[in-house]
């Protein structure tokens, strides 16, 4: 897994061409720079939520392990 700050970068390198390609269809509508701006738009979204699990597992920790540390308090509650 990259770090938020890699995954950011990524972001915004994406964005900076999203603002291109929209550019460049207000000139003009063409189906490869429509596709190009789909595409954009589906990676960015991917990358966002990439970059908040990123930022939760550098706070939190591994996921699998929170639920397991949970699981593992839920069982000591439940026994004492």
Known sequence: MKNPFEIKLEIDRLTERR?????????????ALASEHRELEERLAELWDEHRHARVATRFGDRDRIIERARHEERLSRAA
């Open 19 to 31: 603002s291109e390609v929209l550019h460049l269809l207000s000139e003009g509508y063409t189906t």
